[in-house]
């Protein structure tokens, strides 16, 4: 177990084009989060899958984002027309669900839009 | 609604020197609690929790006990070191799904 795995570290963009993050959750955990964090923020929830249903968006999930999970392992996070307001870390976390709440993070990916 | 207050930051200690990050919150239902750690450069890891009242969570020297009177969860070590340098996270979760986090406070340890 390598625990949760994210790709790419960082990315910067121009605005107005799109970007795709990848997350890769601990095997066994059925449930995956993606989160946004802003410099001197604590992270703030946008999504949740369990397996491959997503069931859950935040507000701050605007209609140019959206996340798939399409085999109930990996996630990914599209940002379309990017702007600048979305830089930030972008971070996913798995769980086991159940009684068992506690969310694993991984190293988050950094987006810069330029 | 559910929300986490942490003092705020940054705070610089000498090492083994006493540390108490406070933590409070808001919430509906009967919340889970949390402390996570961010180092330098990493992500964030789960230090401790509680998932009921009077429970106390703890992990490598640090505790925190859940008071339901007081909606606290103040985080406490008696004797810091240089490696627990980070920045420090109280989070609450009532549904096991979304969690809110509290906006971080950064400990420095001197030697």
């Known amino acids: 177990d390598t625990g949760v795995s994210q790709n790419p570290r960082h990315k910067i963009t121009k605005r107005g084009q799109n970007v795709t993050f990848r997350c890769d959750p601990i095997?066994?955990?059925?449930?995956l989060y993606w989160y946004r964090q802003t410099l001197g923020q604590g992270p703030e929830f946008l999504t949740y899958f369990q397996n491959e249903a997503q069931l859950e968006k935040s507000r701050l999930l605007s209609d140019r984002f959206s996340a798939e999970r399409p085999k109930g392992s990996f996630s990914t996070l599209e940002i379309q027309r990017t702007e600048q307001g979305d830089s930030a870390m972008y971070l996913c976390?798995?769980?086991?669900?159940?009684?068992?709440?506690?969310?694993?993070f991984g190293p988050g990916t950094r987006l810069t839009v330029t | 609604g559910n929300s986490v207050t942490q003092m705020e930051g940054p705070v610089t200690l000498s090492e083994e020197a006493f540390l108490t990050i406070n933590c409070t919150y808001t919430a509906t239902g009967y919340p889970s609690l949390f402390w996570y750690v961010q180092y330098p450069g990493e992500g964030l890891q789960l230090l401790l929790k509680?998932?009921?009242?009077?429970d106390k969570g703890s992990n490598k020297g640090f505790e925190a006990t859940y008071r339901k009177e007081t909606t606290s969860f103040h985080l406490e070590k008696g004797s810091v070191q240089v490696s627990d340098s980070a920045v420090y996270f109280c989070?609450?979760?009532?549904?096991?799904?979304?969690?809110?986090f509290g906006t971080g406070t950064s400990l420095t340890v001197i030697p």
């Open positions: 095997s066994e955990h059925n449930r």
């Open positions: 976390a798995s769980s086991l669900g159940g009684g068992a709440p506690e969310q694993y």
């Open positions: 509680a998932t009921k009242a009077d």
């Open positions: 989070a609450l979760t009532t549904t096991g799904n979304q969690f809110y």
